[in-house]
């Protein structure tokens, strides 16, 4: 009986499993129409919007070092994911009614448009760390099944990421912009779902291996932690604080880059300057930091998804079917979508190559690859077409396939990597470094959308000039194909400091 059970998995991880799927529901919902609704609903320009997608993206990636922090001291994996979706759920309500009324209240439609991320930030920074957390510890320590699980919870959220943008474009995403408020509802409503199976299930079914029931509050947290007056207080409190935060970068100072690389430096310090850690801990934490320094050129081209890319999908892509236009918000599903088709392939392929399965450097170096060969293929298709003419859905249909290959190499390989190479008691500060390195990839991701060629030449550092889309894309493939060649060069090396 107990050989059985050891076989499957812990009802727990389903639990998990719908948590999280429709809580990735809500955010990639959002995320397909963001930019839509910030350039055709309240107006903004493209270079604008793209700035202030990778404000709201990047302070996304950041916030979940608050979230796991407070969770692991104060208020426990359990209370911190209810309160962080809660906090999503009023983050959409508030953009529902943002909008509903840009077109009649513009000023405070702005406020609540910038409310409406900011409670989003919030709210995901204490949902996102707690729950992949949670997940590792339904199983016993080292136990033969937790890639498995981790692989069954990436299918979770990868259903959520295409259901998503899929009936959140299907409503939101008509042609008229004041639809896409019922794009924030279905989204809220997404979320809501998300909450209540964890409300209904947890106590249940979500238990470690001795039978306890997980994420509750820690022994040591203080009593007035968990006070519903001081929750509630923190979490407005820190909302008010992210709404400044994406104001602040988005409209009077990009400062974000530079908080992103002074958190760096400064885990940096605090790791290396422990005495007790010896050479090869050392030289494995090395490691970590520069595979997550890669890991920046791989996200800032691949969330271009929300932006750029979604720019194109709308404007230079034939969507017309004859019988029905395909939103543009929808390409965004399609990323979600092949993993879900893919991810078991790629498990396939890794097991059956054996010995010869590729080291994990190299395997992100493949990643990067992938994704640099994912935007020549776009570039190819865009090479001298005349301004005007839009451009078949294959091109984006078949980039989005390549770099889904590109993130099946890259994202869960680099995940378990941080994991196995950090040791014990910088576990927690090392996947931070993980966090951060998103975080800045994502606000670069912004920065480079924002050099979208419409009507105008734009300029990559003054080094790249970019006057059409063939030449924007291939900036990627420049930025992509550089890093995965140096990545590549350095595997070995990677390798020798791994063991
Ligand atoms: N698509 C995955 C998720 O949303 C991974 C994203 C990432 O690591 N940047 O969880």
New binding site residues.
Partial sequence: MNEIRQKGHPQGLYVLFATEMWE?FN??GLRAVLILFMTKALLFDHAFASNLYGSYTGLA?LTPLIGGYVADRYWGNQRSIIAGGLVMAIGEFILFFCGSFYHSAPQLSSILFFSGLGFMITGNGFF?PNISSLVGQLYPKADRRLDAAYTIFYMG??IG?ALGPFLCGLVGDTGNPADFKWSFLVGAIGMLLSVTVQLLFHHKYVKGPDGNVLGLTPANSPKNATNPIVIIASLLGLSFITIGLIYIDAKVFNYLFYLLIGCIMFIAILVFSDKALTPQEKSKIIVIFVVSFFVIFF?SAF?QAGASLTFFADEQTNRNLGFFVVPASWFQSLN?AFVVAFAPLFAWLWINLGKREPSSPTKMALGLFLLALGYLWIAFGVKNVQPGIKVSMIWLTGMYALHTCGELCL?PIGLSLVNQLAPAKFASLLMAVWFTA?AFANKFAGVLSSLYPDNKTTNFLGIYEMSNLYSFFMLFVFMAGIASVILFFLTRLLQKMMR
């Fill in positions: 990735r955010y990639y990636f996102k959220i990868n990421g996200w969330e979600s994202s998103n």
